[in-house]
């Protein structure tokens, strides 16, 4: 397959346009001073993941990703910000640049050990046109039939760490400790 015929299809185009968008996103997740923002750079870049399992028929997979991830985890993210009143910007918090180069080069390597692994494994091998994925309701039946007493359990367990950390993380300040903080 030529780079004409990649041209042609138009859905190449749409990919294009939304990994270039994931990808920027996933950068300034790591890149921002501020940490509110960086919540919101990441849930571009898992919209921009949930569009792309949509463009390879896998609507359920996108779903899962939009509730789970973008709708509950980077709520308690935020959620966890506010509660334990973190430091969000650049003011607030010292950033240890003495780490950052590491950091690039391990990223770098892994980047390079999964990029050949994917290659030597797959190749040139192209995939047919998607036409249909997993019907919905053979996953529902799995999640709902079998695992359905382990899926309400890890749901219960989940409910009991956020009432506990909201409990740890939200205890009332004496007013020197107030105080203290506020000078800070």
């Known amino acids: 397959m030529g780079f004409e015929d990649w041209a042609a299809e138009p859905l190449n185009w749409v990919f294009l346009a939304v990994a270039l968008a ?29 569009a792309i399992f949509l463009l390879l028929a896998a609507e359920f997979l996108a779903w899962v990703l939009v509730l789970v991830y973008i709708g509950a985890v980077i709520v308690l993210f935020l959620f966890g910000i506010m509660i334990t009143r973190a430091p969000t910007g650049r003011d607030e918090a010292e950033v240890d640049h003495q780490r950052r180069l590491p950091a690039v080069l391990v990223s770098a390597a892994l980047f390079a050990l999964l990029s050949w692994g994917l290659l030597s494994q797959w190749g040139d091998t192209t995939l047919d046109r998607v036409t249909a994925g997993t019907p919905t309701s053979v996953l529902a039946e799995g999640l709902l039939g079998r695992f359905v ?32 903080r506020e000078s800070r």
Do not use: Q, Y
Request: net charge negative; charged share 15%.
């Open 22 to 50: 994931t990808t920027i996103s996933g950068l300034r997740v790591v890149t921002s001073p501020n940490v509110v923002h960086a919540a919101l750079f990441l849930v571009a870049a898992l919209a921009g993941t949930a």
């Open 149 to 180: 007493f382990p899926f309400e359990v890890v749901g219960f367990v989940l409910l009991a760490a956020l009432v506990g950390g909201i409990t740890i993380a939200r205890r009332d300040l004496s007013p020197a400790e107030e105080k203290e």
